[in-house]
């Protein structure tokens, strides 16, 4: 596909359920990046990854929230035993860096809404 | 205090003028500057790096005051496409972390 794409869009969870978020980025991009935006504010940062190594993960909230992205392309962020705190907009990016260039494509994002 | 602040606004300007954006950021080892443009229930998109020396594409002004920490954004003649909400966005040295502020909303009025 032309950019990232992320599934599902919309997701609605019960109180303690968990949920996998899916990325896939813009093909043969190195980094990768994960946000949650709540209304009215920035994309708050949570972890990235260059190829398949997580490099910083000080973003997530708590150990209920992990990501991986074992192939260097795809990507899943999973958050364990929902609450309802978690409910926002999950966004994903992949980075393209050059010499002029400093890109982040985001992607239309996950609406976790948790009840 | 937060990394990087903005005036959330809304800022409500009619067609033509010019619009200013100031975004400041706390963190001296800041090393890359952007701004990003969102649309209503859409995602970010890169509108301008900003360069130390100030750039310009077409109707838009970026400059970086590095001695006072802080980012400009100038819309000149604004349209009404213009609305949306601008993202100041800063890279710190040392790492590849991106840190958003939260956004101007600019609504162009007819």
């Known amino acids: 596909g032309a950019g990232v794409s992320q599934s599902p869009r919309y997701k609605v969870t019960k109180r303690g359920q968990d949920v996998a978020l899916r990325c896939d980025p813009i093909s043969g991009h190195v980094s990768l990046y994960w946000y949650r935006q709540a209304l009215g504010q920035g994309p708050e940062f949570l972890t990235y990854?260059?190829?398949?190594?997580?490099?910083?993960k000080s973003g997530l909230p708590n150990d209920r929230f992990s990501a991986e992205r074992p192939e260097g392309s795809i990507s899943t962020l999973t958050i364990q035993r929902t609450e309802q705190r978690d409910s926002a907009m999950y966004r994903c990016?992949?980075?393209?860096?050059?010499?002029?260039?400093?890109?982040?494509?985001f992607g239309p994002g996950t609406r976790l809404t948790v009840l | 205090r937060k990394e990087v602040e903005q005036d959330p606004g809304p800022f409500n300007v009619p067609e033509g003028a010019t619009v200013a954006f100031n975004c400041t950021y706390s963190n001296s080892a800041s090393q890359s500057f952007f701004w990003y443009r969102q649309d209503c229930r859409k995602e970010p998109k890169l509108l301008m790096s900003v360069y130390s020396s100030g750039n310009e594409d077409g109707r838009f002004t970026a400059q970086l005051n590095r001695a006072s920490q802080y980012i400009s954004l100038l819309i000149r003649d604004s349209k009404l496409s213009d609305s949306a909400t601008y993202l100041c966005v800063v890279l710190n040295f040392g790492n590849e972390k991106l840190t958003f502020g939260t956004g101007t909303r600019l609504t162009i009025i007819p």
């Open positions: 990854f260059n190829y398949e190594a997580q490099q910083d």
């Open positions: 990016a992949s980075r393209v860096t050059g010499l002029h260039t400093d890109t982040q494509y």
